[in-house]
């Protein structure tokens, strides 16, 4: 649950493509191929941006779905946790007493249907995200690529 929740965001540092629309200098760029492939990367940061959006929209609703089911806090030991770096410790004592009571907790959450569908539209909303990301992981070498042509 954990892996579906807390998922890191993609932030591209955008500041130097930036400063050279906004002064002017993008057009000093003279090879056509690389200011277009460059243009597609900013519209790819976009979607990607976007996409974000509404995962953290659909996240606060699986939350709110997820915390009448489930009182996680229980599994966990806080005062040894890494909260910040969303690093949690499994309190393995209540665990252990408790593993009938979390099992039949388990059972009963997959078979509520808010619950499927949630995870359901998490997994759609991770393979477009991951669609996105590798189209731009693409797309940034192929600018890298031609950048290293030209210095050459």
Do not use: C
């Not at 915390?67 to 910040?84: A, H, M, T």
């Not at 665990?95 to 009963?108: D, G, H």
Request: hydrophobic share 40%; aromatic share 14%; no cysteine.
């Amino acid at each position: 649950m954990m892996t579906l929740i807390f998922v890191e965001e993609f932030r591209p540092n955008e500041n130097t493509y930036e400063e050279m629309k906004s002064s002017g200098n993008f057009s000093t760029i003279q090879n056509d191929e690389l200011k277009l492939k460059l243009m597609n990367l900013k519209k790819s940061y976009t979607e990607i941006a976007a996409s974000q959006e509404h995962m953290r929209y659909d996240f606060n609703v699986f939350l709110e779905d997820f915390e009448k089911y489930v009182d996680w806090g229980k599994y966990y030991n806080l005062n040894k946790s890494n909260i910040p770096k969303l690093d949690f410790v499994f309190d393995s004592i209540y665990i252990e007493r408790n593993a009938a009571i979390m099992k039949l907790e388990v059972r009963e959450l997959f078979k509520n249907k808010i619950f499927l569908n949630n995870i359901f539209l998490l997994e759609i909303n991770y393979t477009y995200e991951t669609d996105l990301l590798h189209n731009t992981k693409s797309q940034i070498s192929e600018i890298i690529d031609i950048l290293n042509r030209e210095v050459n």
